[in-house]
C-alpha cells in the first residue's frame, strides 16, 4: 500500500515540475491560464488524497477502532485513538499539523468550483502595455479568493491586509511549498511505520 501512497507523491511532483515551467512575463499568455489552474488545483487534490490514504493506512495498521468518517488527521477521534496506540504519532501529528490544515481548506473551497486554482495577473495594465514582464499565474493565499465573485475586491484587499501587501503567491512558489510539504508528511510518517509498527 506504501507503493500506492508514492504514487501520488509522484503526482503532486510531477504537479510542481510542470507548474515550474510554465513562463512568465511577456511569454505567458491565455494558453498558460488552464494549464495552471490545473497543477495548482492538482496538485492539492493529490496532496490530500495522500494524506487520506495515509490516515486510512494507520487505522488498519494499528487496528484503530475509528469508522470511515473519522478516518482522517482532522478527527480528534483519529487522533486521539492513534496517540493512545502509537505514542510516537504524537510528534508527527503535531509536526504536519499546519499543512493538513491548510490542504484540506485549499481543498474543500476548490472541489466545490471551477474557478479556483491559479490566475493570470500582471502588476501593469496588460492590455495597455502587453510587452509587460510583470505577467505572472498567481495562486490565492486565501482560496475563497474568485475573480468571478461579486467580493474579489474586498477579500483580496483584506488578504493582502494580512500578509504584507500580498494576496496572491506565483504558482512555482505555491507548488513547491505543498511538494516540499507533502514529501516531509509522507517521508515522516513512512519513518515512523518503520520504527514502530510491527505487522
Known amino acids: 500500500r506504501w507503493q500506492g501512497l508514492s504514487q501520488y507523491l509522484d503526482c503532486v511532483a510531477f504537479a510542481d515540475r510542470a507548474a515550474r ?9 491565455l494558453t498558460h491560464i488552464t494549464p495552471g489552474r490545473f497543477y495548482s488545483v492538482g496538485i492539492v487534490f493529490f496532496a490530500q488524497a495522500l494524506i487520506d ?5 494507520l487505522c488498519d495498521a494499528v487496528s484503530l477502532p475509528v469508522g470511515g468518517g473519522d478516518r482522517h488527521f482532522l478527527s480528534s477521534r483519529f487522533t486521539r485513538d ?3 496506540k502509537l505514542p510516537p504519532a504524537h510528534v508527527e501529528l503535531e509536526k504536519h499539523r499546519a499543512f493538513v490544515a491548510e490542504t484540506n481548506r485549499y ?5 466545490h468550483t471551477i474557478s479556483g486554482g491559479a490566475i493570470p495577473t500582471s ?3 496588460p492590455f495597455q502595455h502587453p510587452e509587460t514582464e510583470r505577467r505572472i499565474l498567481g495562486v490565492p493565499l486565501d482560496p475563497a479568493i474568485q475573480p468571478d465573485q461579486e467580493n474579489y475586491r474586498k477579500r483580496a484587499e483584506e488578504c493582502a491586509r494580512k500578509n504584507d501587501g500580498r494576496y496572491l503567491d506565483e504558482i512555482g512558489n505555491f507548488t513547491s511549498h505543498v511538494f516540499q510539504a507533502t514529501s516531509d ?3 515522516g510518517w513512512l519513518r515512523l511505520a518503520l520504527d514502530h ?3
Do not use: K
Not at 515551467?21 to 511569454?27: R, V, Y
Open 21 to 29: 515551467e510554465l513562463p512568465t512575463g511577456s511569454t505567458l499568455d
Open 53 to 57: 490514504n495515509v490516515a486510512v493506512w
Open 82 to 84: 492513534l496517540v493512545r
Open 107 to 111: 481543498r474543500q473551497v476548490w472541489i
Open 123 to 125: 502588476d501593469g495594465n
Open 185 to 187: 508528511f509522507y517521508l
Open 197 to 199: 509498527i510491527t505487522r
